[in-house]
């Protein structure tokens, strides 16, 4: 009951957000904020048993004939990212009320938080892979409507639908690999999942799903949408884009790692991943200069770090993992909305123009040195442990790794400096003026979360007891003591020199953001490529829909002859030869009076001879009906065909001149014209050369008088036996007649303005 | 029961019968053809409840035995389709009367939607191929009238290609129809099947084979696949919001259906025709989806995605699985609901927007967001986000690709998902988040009032409706499909005494 309520109430308070805004105004926020805490309190409740080894499930039939079940597990690896997940919430929304102030957005700008929160508890209390999915792909849509919070500014249009794009490709990679993982596993909960790396398709599995987990947390070379969704609100930076969202793949992964962990490609893959993410980083943060891009870029660096960390997957990385996980999430949220209150108080958040706000907002800086203490990784913070674990762990694996990890920490430090040291004690710019405190509402969250580095880095029993350790048991793995102080040991030595050469990297900044490089525009490779796509996709429908009727036809009539006659060959349908044979001399004489009027009809120049050759076919046709004994088909024929010679007649009288065709054109269409005439002569034959059983029309001829009582066959056929098929034709006849009625009046208005439309070969503009 | 099973052609012959009649009283005539639309769903809905306890309900008209006369025969699949057809029938009509001025509707509309109705169920419930024909006329002709209704230039040289490139298709239909009855004498479907399934067993299918395709190529034509959709794209974005919906939802989806009875009843176990159908079924997914990718009109987007998602409901049939027909009926129910509500969506976006063209259209989002949401629920199920319909029809198709290890399937399946998202956000971006070019851009309070998305809202109800309960329903799928599977029920409900 408990878990279900995880999940109602953010989802009902999402719901009524618009409505409960305009009503409430600025108690709405408190409200959901509330219903955040209250989340976070549920989730708590629900950890002793978590720990105890007994999860509470839920488990609901969705539509369990492709595995989809709304199935739900507690473990403590999944409450754990939950509780952040709401605790960070709770500190958000509070935030958010006092950020966006009476700004009319904040009804459906909480409401969509709060979407995004449910379905991201979902992913993280998911046990069915593919309820994990669902959640997955509503963090992605609501992370878009979030990011286009300004929607009216393109760039911000722009940052939501290349985040919607990357995320939701990972998304659909992530969807393949997962159907292929339960299709193999035989089970769709993660629990029960066993140890697939020696199924036949494990590897193709596990590279679709690091394609989801590697978009979702922005790792290379998806990592270019993060920076892009930073045009979102503060707030939503800080709760989507750096602690909870991006978090999904390492999670994901996290999860995957006692099914997939086994597989030889797993470590090389994840661990090269996250090195190539982590130079890209360290080449990009030098040069930044706006305070999200900042740390947007260290958001991805840390991600890398907890991708690289599950890919080595020892006991020791996998617990460094999980304590990296909660240490970022308690220093960059905060970091975040350090920057978002300083954005709010003096609407500028490039470092070149931020200077001396110490004095004014003492309270928000003294967050932020406490939030960048723990990211730059000083004991006796949180992120110190993390730091030093990461390394630890690194170390075991390759020297490469922990040394790239310290050259990152050294970026970490650049960055935390630029963030807090250069808008609090740097030169007093005129900004600084009216720079003002954040109101409580913004104050409280900030400092409560980042004192929890603080808090958690000085009892590391305690983290290692009730969070920590459970988390890393659930995930199969077993987790290593923590402890602040290890000794002097390596890992401490190179913390030490990160931090000492951050600060030199710091100090001569300016030089060093000259000689980095820059880097190729990820978007706009993005860009490149997906246009170069559509503009493919176009190409092609213009060249497909090119608005020739004549081609349209062409096409379709030689694809049926193509395909028509490679079916011939392959099944090798017999043609009796004597069928041929069997044929009277006066059959043969009318087929080539036909053959030769509809020449005719092709090479006449004039109207005029058309007409009277297509009628002479006619005639034809009406010959060889009498010919094979059937008088009341040939009268009907000949009806018809004078009809039609009159119609054309008159009908053609009104159309535009009879235009000839080029020479090769008309080649083209000769060939065409061979085509189809071969191919029906070659069905025809196989049709007459087989027998399958004999014709129903035996019974007809038959029953005609006995039941039908009708001396005429065809007649009682026609109204009888069949008499709803021309109860039918009737219907056809009188929706053509209330055809004619509207067409008339429309030809007469289409007649007066644009003759041309007619000729059915006019150009459809392909956009 | 068994005496109902012609009333889905019949009520909407009779409806549009008074309709024609009540010409010169509009309003009357929509009264009553909205009537005459909720009796349709009724019956739709007690033929779904009787055929899901009794699995077959067949009719001899006239009361000449198979397969000497004309049989109607319902099965699940069939039964379902109707129902879908009178949802979608009443949808437009509904629309029709709340949302378009009354000089702008032609008093033909009423009886040509009820024509098209008959035309459709009539597809869905013969059993008989040339009745079946007769059922693509009375289609054709209602629909061809239909495109020219308001008479403007773009709507007769769409009608023009429209009714050109489908007489082909007739011809050619007609033409297999010959050969067929050359060969096999009879035109009921039961009957043919039986011939067919003799003759694969004595390995003399060959020239059988050769019809079949003749007349998948018919089929597909009518469905929409490459290399023969060229009809839809030049003609759906033409005629009135109503009429497109309409023919959205339902004509293609006839050819399809079509195609599903083609290969599991009259021509089953066709390998060879399977693998055609499923190469040009992929073909379809992708040529549509890369054709929505370029276009900058709403309604012309909308098209072009029609074609790609009929390649997954072909897909399915050439998979022809149990689980991949049921996704494949699965998927026809989601996709008729979720498309007649975006070309609904859709024409009041435009007409409020004042243009179907993206780049003169803007700000929607902030001047009616109910009507933002109503976008939304369709064109995420349409791009294939859960929970929404449209995901599990994917999720469906997806399983029987890897069911059958067609890896090549399940790649383009999913690449396709991305450019559908793509093309459904970028009407959503383009149309609701934009600003509006022209600044003074404003609704007039009758443009945005909220009896109009009355349709619209309904429709989105189904399709969250049949997210959620995806279960049960891809459960009654999944025995639609078995049955499908086993043409021998059908044989046997339909020639019982003979076999």
């Known amino acids: 009951m408990l878990l279900e309520l995880t999940l109602a109430i953010p989802v009902l308070l999402a719901v009524v957000a618009p409505l409960a805004w305009r009503r409430l105004g600025a108690w709405w926020p408190r409200v959901a904020s509330l219903g955040a805490l209250t989340v976070f309190v549920f989730l708590l409740l629900m950890l002793p048993d978590a720990i105890l080894g007994h999860p509470q499930t839920v488990t609901r039939e969705w539509m369990p004939q492709l595995g989809v079940t709304f199935a739900l597990r507690a473990d403590s690896f999944g409450i754990f990212m939950a509780l952040i997940i709401s605790g960070i919430g709770w500190g958000i929304m509070s935030y958010a009320g006092g950020y966006l102030g009476k700004d009319e957005r904040t009804g459906s700008i909480t409401g969509w938080l709060l979407l995004f929160m449910a379905a991201m508890i979902g992913v993280s209390v998911a046990d069915n892979i593919l309820m994990l999915f669902v959640s997955w792909e509503m963090t992605s849509f609501t992370s878009f409507m979030l990011i286009g919070t300004n929607h009216r500014d393109e760039e911000s249009r722009v940052g939501a639908k290349q985040a919607l794009l990357v995320t939701a490709i990972g998304g659909l990679a992530l969807l393949g690999g997962l159907v292929i993982l339960g299709r193999q596993a035989g089970t769709w909960n993660l629990s029960e999942m066993p140890a697939m790396h020696d199924h036949p398709f494990a590897l193709g599995a596990f590279v679709l799903i690091c394609l989801g987990a590697f978009t979702k947390s922005a790792q290379f070379p998806f990592s270019f949408w993060l920076p892009g969704a930073m045009r979102a609100p503060t707030p939503v930076s800080a709760y989507l884009h750096s602690a909870t969202m991006v978090k999904a793949g390492v999670f994901l992964l996290a999860r995957m790692h006692h099914v997939l962990g086994e597989l030889p490609a797993w470590t090389p893959t994840l661990v090269i991943t996250a090195a190539a993410t982590m130079i890209l980083v360290i080449l990009a943060v030098p040069r930044a200069t706006d305070l999200k891009a900042l740390l947007a870029y260290s958001t991805i660096g840390a991600l890398a770090i907890m991708v690289g960390l599950i890919g080595i997957g020892t006991d020791k990385s996998m617990t460094a993992m999980v304590v990296f996980l909660l240490a970022h999430a308690c220093y960059k949220g905060p970091l975040f909305l350090v920057a978002g209150s300083i954005d709010h108080a003096v609407h500028s958040r490039d470092i070149r123009r931020l200077g001396g706000l110490a004095q004014k907002m003492p309270v928000t800086i003294v967050t932020g040195v406490i939030a960048g203490l723990s990211m730059v990784g000083i004991p006796p913070m949180l992120g110190f442990i993390a730091k030093e674990y990461a390394l630890g762990a690194g170390m075991n694996y390759a020297p490469w790794v922990a040394g790239l990890i310290t050259v990152l920490a050294m970026a970490f430090v650049l960055v935390a400096a630029n963030v807090i040291l250069i808008p609090a004690f740097g030169k007093k710019r005129e900004l600084a003026s009216h720079a003002h405190e954040a109101p409580w509402s913004m104050r409280v969250p900030m400092v409560v979360i980042s004192s929890l580095g603080l808090i958690l880095g000085v009892s590391p029993g305690l983290l290692e007891r009730y969070i920590v350790g459970p988390a890393v048991t659930s995930l199969e793995v077993t987790p290593v003591h923590l402890s602040l102080w290890h000794g002097w040991n390596l890992p401490l030595l190179l913390s030490t020199a990160a931090v000492f050469w951050g600060g030199l990297a710091f100090w001569k900044r300016t030089a060093l953001g000259a000689f980095c490089p820059a880097l190729p525009s990820g978007p706009r490779i993005f860009d490149a490529i997906w246009n170069g796509t559509v503009g493919f996709g176009r190409n092609v429908t213009r060249i497909l829909q090119n608005g020739s009727l004549t081609m349209y036809l062409g096409t379709i009539v030689v694809v049926a002859c193509v395909l028509l006659l490679s079916v011939w060959i392959i099944e090798a349908a017999p043609i009796d030869v004597d069928v041929v044979r069997k044929v009277p001399i006066i059959d043969v004489i009318i087929a080539a009076v036909i053959a030769v009027s509809a020449v005719v009809t092709a090479l006449a120049r004039r109207r005029l001879p058309a007409i009277a050759a297509l009628g002479a076919m006619g005639m034809g046709v009406t010959l060889f009906f009498l010919a094979s004994q059937a008088p009341d088909l040939a009268l009907t024929q000949f009806l018809v065909e004078i009809l039609s010679v009159v119609i054309l007649v008159i009908g053609f009288r009104h159309l535009p001149d009879f235009r000839i065709t080029k020479k090769r054109y008309q080649i083209g269409r000769v060939a065409i014209a061979v085509l189809v005439g071969f191919t029906m002569s070659v069905m025809t034959l196989v049709a007459l050369s087989t027998d399958y059983a004999a014709p129903i029309s035996a019974w007809h001829g038959d029953n005609a008088l006995t039941k039908g009582h009708g001396h005429n066959v065809v007649n009682v056929i026609l109204v009888d036996f069949r008499g709803f098929d021309t109860f039918g034709e009737i219907i056809v006849l009188g929706i053509a007649a209330l055809g004619v009625g509207v067409l008339v009046g429309s030809l007469q208005k289409l007649r007066k303005h644009n003759p041309e439309m007619l000729s059915g070969n006019t150009k459809e503009p392909v956009q | ?499």
Not at chain 2, 77 to 97: E, F, H, I, N, R
Not at chain 2, 255 to 280: C, K, Q, S, W, Y
Not at chain 2, 285 to 298: D, E, F, N, S
Not at chain 2, 343 to 350: D, E, H, N, Q, R
């Open chain 2, 1 to 499: 029961m068994n005496g109902l099973v012609a009333a889905p052609m019949l009520v909407p012959l009779v409806t549009a019968a008074v309709c024609t009649l009540l010409r010169r009283m509009a309003v009357l005539q929509r009264g009553f053809s909205l009537v005459g639309s909720a009796v349709e769903i009724g019956v739709a809905l007690l033929l779904l409840v009787e055929v899901n306890s009794s699995d077959y309900l067949v009719s001899n008209m006239g009361n000449w035995q198979a397969p000497f006369g004309i049989t109607l025969v319902i099965d699940r699949l069939a039964a379902v389709m109707v129902l879908l057809t009178a949802l979608t029938g009443a949808a437009s009509a509904w629309y029709s009367w709340i949302s378009l001025p009354k000089s702008a509707l032609s008093p033909a509309f009423h009886p040509l939607l009820h024509f098209l109705l008959m035309g459709v169920s009539g597809a869905f419930i013969t059993g008989d191929l040339f009745n079946l024909y007769v059922c693509f006329e009375i289609m054709l002709l209602s629909s061809f009238v239909m495109l020219v209704l308001e008479g403007k230039a773009e709507q007769t040289e769409g009608a023009v290609k429209y009714v050109v490139l489908n007489l082909m298709s007739s011809t050619i239909f007609l033409t297999a129809l010959g050969l067929l009855y050359a060969k096999a004498g009879t035109l009921n479907m039961a009957d043919i099947s039986i011939l067919a399934q003799e003759a694969v067993a004595e390995h003399r299918a060959g020239p059988l084979r050769l019809g079949g395709l003749l007349f998948m190529v018919a089929f597909a034509i009518k469905a929409g696949m490459f290399p023969f959709f060229f009809w839809l794209p030049a003609s759906y974005h033409t005629p009135s919001v109503p009429v497109s919906a309409l023919f959205a939802g339902l004509l293609t989806k006839v050819g399809v259906f079509a195609l599903i009875r083609l290969h599991t009843l009259i021509m089953p176990n066709d390998v060879l025709g399977h693998e055609i159908l499923l190469v040009l079924g992929v073909a379809t997914m992708i040529t549509g989806v890369l054709g929505a990718a370029g276009q900058m009109g709403i309604r012309r987007i909308l098209s072009f995605h029609i074609i790609s998602q009929v390649g997954y409901m072909v897909v399915g049939i050439a998979i022809g699985t149990p689980l991949a027909l049921a996704a494949c009926v699965f998927y026809l129910c989601h996709h008729i609901v979720v498309k007649s509500n975006l070309f609904l969506v859709g024409g009041i976006a435009a007409d409020c927007a004042g243009s179907e063209d993206l780049r003169k259209t803007g700000g929607m989002w902030l001047a009616w967001p109910l009507l933002g949401l109503l976008y939304l629920v369709p064109a995420l199920s349409l791009s294939g986000i859960p929970p929404f319909s449209g995901f599990f029809a994917k999720l469906g198709i997806v399983s029987a690709g890897v069911e059958r290890e067609l890896w090549w399937v399940v790649a383009a399946a999913l690449a396709t998902g991305a450019f559908t998202l793509y093309s459904m956000f970028k009407i959503w971006i383009e149309a609701f988040w934009k600003d509006h070019p022209s600044s003074g851009f404003r609704l007039a309070p009758e443009q945005r009032s909220f009896v109009r998305l009355w349709p619209m809202l309904a429709l989105a109800a189904i399709t969250i409706a049949i997210g959620l309960m995806s279960g049960p329903l891809f459960h009654f799928c999944e025995e639609a499909a078995l049955q499908l599977l086993n043409p021998n029920g059908y044989i046997h409900a339909v020639l019982g005494g003979r076999l």
